[in-house]
């Protein structure tokens, strides 16, 4: 009876916790049709808590998903980002920081660990990041704005491997496979498989 009791608290709070955390997904994004509703996942309803968003710009309308998209994803976008996700993705722990805007076709995998990152943060020169340790010392995160970075546009049809890296400023064309580990820092063309790091051209895809 005691440990019946116990599984109905913890089935009781687990709702309780979910309906909070739908709430707060749908007032930060929009989402399409069967948005995490894949047969793969146990509980469809539960997979909604591995969908993690901060939205910075207080728009809703600035992170959407279309239709059929089941992700597992953790994104920060900032005041000024904006991030368009197309139909039927599949992302698994994929990790986002984006300051501009992120656009992602349709019919696009996503493997495990991947990150989208579209801001510089620090600089190169030595004595410029000195100084910026101790700016963060005394009054808090910089500014990532003045650091730079860029747009982020993946096609329809890409494959991205597990552990890569995605740079601002970077075009990724329709059809093309990112090997795994890759660090993609240019832009590379459609329907390619391109690897490495820096990731580059290794052949064409029939």
């Not at 996942?41 to 600035?62: A, C």
């Not at 089941?70 to 990790?95: A, P, R």
């Not at 986002?96 to 579209?118: A, C, T, V």
């Amino acid at each position: 009876m005691f440990r019946y009791l116990i599984e109905l608290i913890k089935k009781y709070h687990n709702k309780n916790i979910l309906r909070a955390h739908k709430k707060f997904l749908l007032l930060n994004c929009v989402v399409g049709k069967n948005f995490c509703k894949s047969p793969a996942y146990k509980d469809t309803e539960m997979q909604l808590l591995n969908v993690k968003i901060v939205n910075k710009t207080g728009d809703k309308n600035k992170i959407r998903f279309g239709s059929y998209c089941n992700v597992t994803v953790n994104i920060f976008l900032n005041e000024k980002g904006s991030i368009t996700v197309g139909d039927y993705v599949y992302m698994n722990s994929v990790h986002m920081r984006i300051d501009h805007n992120l656009k992602i076709g349709s019919h696009y995998l996503f493997g495990p660990n991947i990150k989208l990152w579209d801001t510089k943060n620090h600089p190169l020169s030595s004595s410029e990041r000195h100084r910026q340790c101790e700016y963060i010392a005394h009054h808090g995160f910089v500014d990532s704005y003045q650091a730079g970075g860029g747009d982020i546009n993946i096609g329809d049809d890409v494959w991205i491997g597990m552990d890569s890296i995605i740079l601002g400023g970077v075009t990724i064309g329709n059809g093309s496979v990112i090997a795994s580990g890759s660090i993609v820092t240019k832009s590379i063309p459609e329907n390619v498989l391109a690897a490495g790091v820096p990731a580059k051209v290794i052949r064409m895809i029939d």
